[in-house]
């Protein structure tokens, strides 16, 4: 099989997307094999000998028909296979309280969690840079944004990707079943530094993950409350952006 | 019709000794000259294009390392290439591949070749807007290559040049250097409006007697099919680059979100010009393959019809998939399944195509020159780009190999493997036609071989760095720990691809050779049937003698048993005996 090569799958619907992937490697193999062995054959019992008089044939009409009806049959049947995968990927949204908001830059990530109040835009909003965790188990939904060019969010193992577009805010859910730590790269060109523009995805055990959100969303909180509002989360990513310029 | 054909006619007469070098060379309103020209500034341009994908290459093998040689033109980095040189090569290498190499090789050129020759006609309808439409061309070439000596740098968004990237000069440090990429591409885009408009009009209006059109060649039908695509696409691509030059230096805002724009309005446009595109990459090399296998299997091509209706039904659907490229864009994904549907609907058109190929082999008498295997190689690889494209066409599937590797793979399958392939067997299968002189066959294998080897070396394992999740257009793969395991294949495709540059040398000097030193060519070296092979090679002025040809039968009668010989060109008169047996 392929799984030597497509990289591990750990989100709930990457195992859909994988299977539409293998069903589709083995047709189109299926019909390389057949296509290049019909010629191979044909180069070879038909070639240029003395005495070989080749075949005055204008078509097949019944040979056309069918070759014309088998692959649209099959690549019809094809569609309706893609489109449960898609619908449940791209136009679904599963109920969820993990929401991030996902905000790329030339050329990193920004992570902001709402913090405990659950809403973002308020003060104890907290942002990181280039590092987003996660639960496993539990729908993750991002909004992403970005703030200049197009950027690409792709984790290849939760088979996931969606272009950040300046000036909309998509949507985008992903659930993962394995906990680990999951390079994000940029997947669309998005300047000199776009090569080495990622972050790093923590998933974690639900219970590692409360932890988590404990100890660095919650110490947001008390900082915001020691703090006056809405300096805490401003000044942190300018700071991290600093120790990050490696790309020019 | 009459009227102007003795009117030609005097033309030729009054023409012929008057010409002096520079209308016969240079400004020259000959078809078969102005084919020519398209062909060297395709080459010339492929000779930089190939070096820009070299440099690509080695960038991703050894990233960071100097390039051997490149020390002088980068004395400052010691010949090693910097993240936005490395954004600059591949922009260009694709820019220029696709509009200054292929488009005027298999348009340009063999557009302006064939058409009048095959359908029997003295010249293209408008002989002035065609010389026009070269130097307009090459123009716009010219000024593409002046972009590499701007301050700044050439462009560097990529050839689909992503808004709000390209519209705004301090996201990628270039500025003059995509005004010139606006500019080039809007000159380019009227010098090939130009063209389309000329080759559409000659194909309805100046056939000669007898050649109704489901008499034509395949390849006039590509080439008729390929102008009418172009005439409605390419305006498009215009006013999508004077809309984003207009952003850049007068301030409007059409596709930058901070002054009210749309990025995605950039997509929409690209690609409603780009898929097209693609086809109008595609449709003249099938048309080369569907001339050049009936001539050497001796046999008619397979489904006639189903090969002129396939390339109509391909035209109509490439509009109407565009949305493909888009499925991750930010594009509302019901819109996606949309064109998913008509994305897979294309590729029957193709699947009909490819097994009417296998079927004109099929029982055929095949003779292994250069110019066939070149049109195999062409039909075996157009089949692997072909269902690599299916794929994509998923969209479930196509949200984790969009903007990998694996897209990379697929379209130089389809441009390399199709286009490239099909524009050598084009120049192998024509150059005695075109320049009076056979190519050297020993030469000739020599070429095809490494060509077709290395061109497997290189893009096939693509295919496994896609799959492995390896992004595009990145300049340092090994920044990433996921693709660390997979660099081998990277060092593995860059010296495939060194070698398939390697492989080209032949090519160089079996042209130059041959168009000095090779053997004369007679009429009809291929035994072919076409009316190309009626005129001397190489053809004069207005083609043919005191008559155009008049056409009897369909362009594939090979093997035929109206005839003794194995071919039966167009212009044989049927006698009432050879009717009679025909009938039989």
Known sequence: MLNWWLPENVSTYGGEIDRLFHLIYWITGGTFVLVFVTLLVFLVVYRDRPGRQARYTHGSTPLEIAWTIVPALILVVLTFLSVPAWSRIKMQMPPTDIVIQVTAKQFNWQFTYPGPDGKFGTADDKTMLDEMHVPTGKPV??????????????????????????????AQWFEVTKPGKYELPCAELCGFGHSGMKAWVYVHTPEEYAKWLAENVNVARAAAEEKPAGEAKKDEPKAETKTRGKAK | MAHSATATAHMAHAGHHELGFVRTYIFSTD?????????????????????????VRWELAWPETPIPGLGMFLPETGGAIEPSAYNMAFTMHATLMVFFVIMPILAGSFGNFCIPLMIGARDMAFPFLNMLSFWVTGSAGLIMLSGFFVDGGHAAAGWTSYAPLSAVTSYTGVNWGQNIWCISLFIMGVGSMMGSINYITTIINMRAPGMSLFRMPLVVWSLFITAILLLLALPVLTSAAAMLLFDRVLGTSWFNPSGGGEPLLWQHLFWYFGHPEVYILILPAMGIASEILPVFSRKPIFGYHAMAFSMIGIAFLSWIVYGHHMFVSGMNPKLGLSFMITTMIIAVPSAIKTFNWLGTLWGGRIQFTVPMLNALAFVSMFVIGGLSGIFMASTPVDIYIQDTYFIVAHIHYVVFGGSIFGAFAAIYFWFPKMFGRMTNPALGHLHFWPTFVFFNGTFFPMHILGVGGHMRRIYNPTQYEFLQPLQHWNVFITVSALLLGVAQIPFVINFFWSLFAGKKAPANPWNSNTLEWTAPSPPPHLNWGAHVPTVYRGPYEYSSPESKDDFLPQTVPPTPARARAGRH
């Open chain 1, 141 to 170: 939904r991002v909004n992403l944004r970005s703030q200049d060019v197009i950027h690409s969010f792709f984790v290849p193992q939760f088979r996931m990707k969606q272009d950040a577009v300046p000036g909309r805010e998509i």
């Open chain 2, 31 to 55: 078809h078969k000259m102005i084919a020519r020209q398209f062909l060297f500034l395709g080459l010339f341009m492929m000779i930089i294009g190939g070096l820009l994908a070299l440099i």
